[in-house]
């Protein structure tokens, strides 16, 4: 296309439309998760000691460093790819229900009520930057995973209600691996329940934001005090113990407030394709008009 000015003519390129190196894909999206699951099953033996997950500064280094950052830049590499970087992070239509905001506020609240619990003199201050950095890994692997990648995966595919409903339940079957690692039937269970409880948390906090930034530091958050209390707190210090349990009780309420709010961000922004289906099967004007028996209107010129 040429554009004259004067004497002089420029041509300008016609617009083209960018698209992702690799389309979306509900397969894609599970790809990672089917992997890290397959990996996890086949590194987890019989004799491991779960409970012991995160007490020393080896345990951190060998449970949480090194396999949760090979796993991050594993699943970046997969990501780069891709192309996926802008659908996996970043939501362009965020949330606008602000009463939603309070359950992530919440539990960014039960997180901070938990640091004055920690015996900070229990531990080097080695194992609390290592701890940090390795609950920083699990943040961004287990968030990019579940409500980056497989979001878009599934919205290939599904509503948003039944993208949040999957990327939950999922999230949650995921911590039911620790079996494998040694924990408790009894105890995965109650894990397993939370952690798709807390899903919900954090798929509002990248709904709310627009970004994949605030659960990954939502969820760093809440592992480092949970751990961090439990590898400094003896069982019987109840003076640490008793208000932990408390907090955790109080944090089972704002998830379960989570649930709601996720549910009802979700539901609506499926309204737009709910009406437009209702909508389709109204007759138009002139139907009803010749079902009356009334004269056909003119239509317009």
């Known amino acids: 296309m040429r554009q004259w000015y004067g004497r ?3 041509t300008t390129a016609p617009v ?11 397969v894609l999206g599970l790809l990672p998760l089917v992997a890290f699951a397959a990996v996890s099953a086949w590194r987890s033996r019989p004799s491991d000691d779960y409970s012991t997950l995160g007490q020393t500064v080896e345990s951190v280094v060998g449970a949480l460093v090194l396999p949760e950052g090979i796993a991050v830049l594993v699943l970046c590499a997969y990501v780069t790819a891709l192309g996926w970087w802008p659908i996996a992070t970043v939501d362009r239509r965020r949330a606008t229900l602000r009463w939603t905001l309070t359950a992530p506020a919440l539990i960014a609240a039960v997180c901070l009520a938990r640091l004055p619990l920690v015996d900070w003199g229990a531990q080097p201050v080695q194992y609390f930057v290592l701890l940090a950095v390795g609950v920083l890994f699990v943040g961004v692997f287990e968030e990019l995973l579940t409500r980056g990648v497989l979001v878009v995966g599934l919205r290939r595919r599904l509503p948003e209600f039944g993208v949040w409903i999957a990327s ?41 934001t627009g970004n994949l930034l605030a659960p990954v530091l939502l969820h760093a958050f809440w592992d480092f005090g949970s751990i961090a209390v439990t590898a400094t707190v ?25 649930i709601v709010a996720g549910g009802v961000v979700a539901w609506r922004d499926d309204r737009a394709r709910r009406l437009g289906r209702r909508w389709r099967t109204v007759p138009s004007m002139e139907a009803l008009a010749v079902q009356a028996g009334e004269p056909r209107l003119p239509s317009a010129v």
């Open 8 to 10: 002089r003519a420029t």
């Open 16 to 26: 083209r439309r960018r698209r992702w190196p690799v389309p979306p894909s509900i």
């Open 168 to 208: 939950c339940v999922l999230f949650g079957l995921l911590h039911f691996l620790n079996v494998l690692a040694g924990a408790g039937v009894g105890v995965t269970v109650v894990q397993v329940v939370f952690a798709a409880s807390f899903g919900s948390t954090l798929y509002l906090a990248r709904r709310l």
């Open 234 to 258: 003896g069982t019987g210090d109840l003076s640490r113990m008793v208000p932990a349990g408390l907090i955790g009780l109080f944090a089972f309420a704002v998830l379960a407030l989570g």
